[in-house]
Structure formats: structure tokens, C-alpha cells
């Protein structure tokens, strides 16, 4: 991992603005560049690096802070405030409800992912080849990109001496059941096993990409402006030819700079959330009617066991052991550790009831479950308004989250458990299989299941056709507007069925690398 003092004068306040470093000579200023990207995220940042150190001229603009790890709180409320959008409290509504989670901040989601480094499999790759023209992810080109990649962000198996007490129940129940699984592969080189990956990492052991990218485009000449909201793209014609950005200090939200920074490449790369509403409030690049549509996440629910032996569920690795699940490849099973703050919020326990949880939490265990969705949503830009989110689930994919469900208390228990509490409206601790499944197997409501996803894709779908798709594989620009180009997780024609990081990372070194070769 790279290390950089982000302190020194010539990146803070000189490449590297904040609100608190900026001191703006006039109400409006005007920049140029060669590019300037909108997200300072992994899909942001690697674009950045990439350009940046072919010699283009580049700004990346982001509307939240930049933050040193001596800054992280290790407290769930101070993260949803300050490391969240919406502070965590967007809602996909239809026939369920979901929380959908995502990072903001200079580094975006692997501020608060747990730096797992899964590839795409293949399958999904040739599905988005075979349908979508994406040729970039040819078997060649992926064997390329992916090591750049992982080679950047320190990607290896967690070390089992970090991985935690509950990554050793996963590994002892899977082992006993004969499962495929292992010890997670993730970007956390320096990783102590604090269990606070999602609220900050404390320790800058997570390579997260203002530890890895950021320092890497800094040093080749590249700008960030942290605490930057871009307000409009700006155009010529059908070309964008600029933005403009208000700066505003994070505590009072006052101004303290307009920016107007002009270049012949604007890039999107605010996720799969941010990218469309931007492009749906100017009504942008939306020929097809496929902007904000096309949503996909990877839904996922849990369980909680009871064992006679410490857990000490915040020791560890925040997610160090995975399995798949045995008849479905599309059900992904993987540990959490975090901070007791956390397990004790999503008990839902009151009174006599929650102090016994608080007693037992030594002896916690958990683990949860992701499934590659077929269902889809929609996000929907509102003027004066929050957004609205839609997501209609299909019974085929609850009875995947069903399925996943009835193997983590399959596994809790084959790991010695003395009870299993599937997380799910009704549920209580089980203290035989059969009793749980029975409960698992009857809770057929994806409205009574405590439903999180945390991976948004899909909402600017990438793709040859310009009547069904947003965004040309060539090279990342939209069909409709020259200029104007993605590069984040809302070109994913489907969901991944794994953590997107990687992927997102390596298809922006490709798309940047096409739009360097077109210029």
C-alpha cells in the first residue's frame, strides 16, 4: 500500500483542497483541465490515476470530506452521519423494504466496505460479452486487468490470525458440512482485526482507494476538491464541455467557493445512485428511458448464534470467512464481525430482553448472506424532493435469500451452537435445526425479513445497443452526449453475485485506457 503524508504542503491545500484548506480569491473560480471527474470513489479515483499518469490535466470533484483514519469515531452513529449517504437511511420500496447503503467521502464505498476483493465470476462476464458487445471484458483483457488491480490494493486471503474467533465457527461449521469455503480475500494488507471496516478504518490498514489511488494521482499531478458538490454539468450543444461545483464547509454548509471548471471530458463516476440523479436533473443522456432504471443490489439478510465459548464478535476481521452455497452459485455466505453498538441496534430487543442479548454478546456469532438478484428497481430524481427508490423482489430470488438463510443455521449449528436466530420480523433464538427451520421455512414475506444491500448497480447500463443501453463499450461515453463519459458500478448490465470493488476498479483502468486511445 502507498504511503503519503497528506499533510504536506504540497498536496494539502495545493492539490489536495478542503473547505478548510481553500482560500478562494473570488466568489467564482475558473479552472481548466483536460477531464474532470464527478466522485472521488474506486470507480473516481482509478480513472483519476490512470489519466493522470499518462500526463492529462485532471480534477476529481466530491461532495463529501476527505478524512485521515485519526479522525474515524469507531462509533455506528458517527459513521451513518459522516461516512454514509442519506446517513445510511435510503429505503428500496415496493413488495420489500431494503436498506441500501453506500459510502461518501474522498475514497466513496471502501471508506466503509469490509475490502473484499472477489473477481466477477466468469459466467457473468461472458452473460455481459454475449449480450451487452462488452469486449473489453474478454478473457485476455480481464486476466490483465484484474492483477493491476489487486497488485494496487494488496489483495490476499485474510490471515487467519486476524480473521477472529467467528470466522473460526464459519470455518468449523462449513468444514464439518464439507463446503466449499475459505478465509475472505480482501485489500486489507495492514488489517489488525479491529472489526471496524464499515465505520472507518482506525488503523490505515484497509487499502481503501484514498490510501492506494489517491496517493498514486496526487503524485502524478492530479487535483481532488473534497467537500465540492457538482451542480450542473455544463454544455455545449450536446456536448458537455464542463461542471460547476459549489464548495461549502461541512459543518455549516456555507459556501466557500463556486467552481466552474471546464474540459472536453466530464467522467461520472458518483455510483449508481448519484450518477443517474445528476443526469436525470438536467435530463441528460437518457434516449434509451434507461437512466435510473435497471437497479440492482445484491439483497441480503442474516443470523445470529449462541455458543458456550467467547465469540468476542468485535475481534476479527469485519468479514474474514465465505462459502458458497452448495446448489447455488449465486448465493454467497459470509461472516461479520463489528462493534457491539451495532449487533445490539440490530437485535430490536427492548427492556429485560435486550439486557440479556448485552450479556450474551460475548458469546454472538454472526453471519449473513448476499444473492446475485434478478428482480430490479429504479432510482428517480425530485425536484425539491429526495429521491425515490422502487425495487419490486421476484419470488425466485426470496427463495434464494430463503435457501442461504436455512444454510447459515445449518452451519451455526454444525459449529456447536447452542442456539440460531435468524434475523427475521418474529424471530427469536432456536435451540434445535429443525425448530429454526421450521421458523425460516414459513417466513415466506420479503416484507418480514430485516433485508440490507450495500452494492447499487446497474442504473446507467452499459452496452453496443443506444436504444436499450446508456453508455457505449468503446469507451465509456454516453450514446447521447459527446463528452460526457461513466465510469462506476452503474454500468453494470446485472448484478455481480460479489463485491463489486474490484471489478469497478479494473473496468474504469479499461475504459480510461479507451478513452486515452480515442483521443
Known amino acids: 500500500m502507498t504511503e503519503l503524508d497528506f499533510s504536506a504542503p504540497q498536496y494539502l491545500g495545493r492539490q489536495l483542497h478542503t473547505a478548510d484548506t481553500f482560500k478562494p480569491r473570488t466568489s467564482t473560480l475558473e479552472l481548466s483541465f483536460d477531464a474532470v471527474i464527478i466522485g472521488a470513489g474506486p470507480g473516481g479515483l482509478t480513472t483519476a490515476t490512470a489519466l493522470t499518469q499518462a500526463g492529462w490535466k485532471v480534477a476529481v470533484f466530491e461532495g463529501g470530506r476527505f478524512w485521515t483514519s485519526d479522525k474515524f469515531k469507531r462509533k455506528q452513529s458517527w459513521a451513518l452521519e459522516h461516512l454514509y449517504q442519506a446517513r445510511g437511511q435510503r429505503l428500496l420500496t415496493g413488495n420489500t423494504l431494503i436498506s441500501l447503503q453506500s459510502g461518501r467521502g474522498v475514497g466513496g464505498g471502501t471508506l466503509v466496505n469490509s475490502a473484499i476483493t472477489f473477481r466477477a465470476p466468469d459466467s457473468v462476464l461472458e452473460q455481459w460479452i454475449r449480450e451487452q458487445g462488452i469486449d473489453f471484458w474478454e478473457k485476455e483483457s480481464r486476466e490483465k486487468l484484474y492483477p493491476q488491480v489487486e497488485a494496487v490494493i494488496g489483495a490476499k486471503p485474510t490471515d487467519p490470525s486476524i480473521a477472529g474467533q467467528n470466522s473460526e465457527v464459519a470455518r468449523r461449521g462449513f468444514e464439518a458440512m464439507g463446503m466449499e469455503a475459505a478465509y475472505m480475500p480482501r485489500s486489507a494488507p495492514g488489517c489488525v482485526g479491529c472489526g471496524t471496516c464499515q465505520t472507518g478504518c482506525p488503523s490505515r490498514g484497509k487499502a481503501s482507494a484514498d490510501n492506494t489511488w489517491l496517493p498514486r494521482m496526487l503524485r502524478a499531478g492530479g487535483e481532488v476538491y473534497a467537500d465540492t458538490l457538482v451542480e450542473e454539468i455544463l454544455l455545449e450543444g450536446s456536448r458537455a464541455v464542463g461542471l460547476r461545483a459549489v464548495m461549502r464547509s461541512p459543518e455549516d454548509k456555507k459556501p466557500v467557493v463556486e467552481i466552474k471548471a471546464m474540459a472536453p471530458r466530464v467522467i461520472l463516476a458518483a455510483g449508481a445512485v448519484n450518477t443517474p440523479l445528476l443526469l436525470q436533473k438536467q435530463n441528460l443522456a437518457n434516449s434509451s428511458g434507461m437512466v435510473g432504471r435497471n437497479l440492482h443490489c445484491h439483497p441480503g439478510v442474516g443470523a445470529i448464534a449462541k455458543f458456550r465459548e467467547d465469540i468476542l464478535i468485535w475481534k476479527g476481521a469485519t468479514q474474514g470467512f465465505y462459502g458458497h452455497h452448495p446448489e447455488d452459485p449465486e448465493i454467497l455466505l459470509e461472516t461479520f464481525s463489528a462493534s457491539p453498538d451495532i449487533f445490539v441496534a440490530q437485535a430490536g430487543s427492548v427492556g429485560m430482553e435486550a ?136 454500468l453494470f448490465p446485472t448484478a455481480l453475485g460479489v463485491n463489486p470493488q474490484v471489478t469497478i476498479m479494473a473496468q474504469s483502468l479499461a475504459l480510461a485506457g479507451r478513452m486515452m486511445q480515442a483521443s
Open 355 to 490: 439486557m440479556q442479548f448485552i450479556k450474551d454478546l460475548r458469546k454472538i456469532a454472526a453471519c449473513g448472506l448476499l444473492i446475485r438478484d434478478h428482480s430490479s428497481g429504479s432510482v428517480t430524481y425530485n425536484e425539491g424532493r429526495a429521491p425515490s427508490f422502487s425495487y419490486t423482489m421476484l419470488p425466485s430470488d426470496q427463495r434464494k435469500l430463503t435457501k442461504g438463510l436455512l444454510k447459515i443455521a445449518e452451519m451455526f449449528f454444525a459449529a456447536g451452537a447452542q442456539a440460531v436466530r435468524p434475523m427475521l420480523a418474529g424471530g427469536d433464538f432456536y435451540y434445535s435445526q429443525n425448530e429454526a427451520f421450521d421458523f425460516i421455512r414459513q417466513a415466506t414475506d420479503p416484507m418480514g425479513m430485516q433485508l440490507y444491500a450495500s452494492h447499487p448497480m446497474g442504473t446507467c447500463r452499459l452496452g453496443e445497443d443506444p436504444e436499450h443501453n446508456v453508455v457505449r463499450p468503446q469507451d465509456g461515453r454516453t450514446h447521447d452526449v459527446e463528452g460526457l463519459y461513466i465510469t462506476d458500478s452503474s
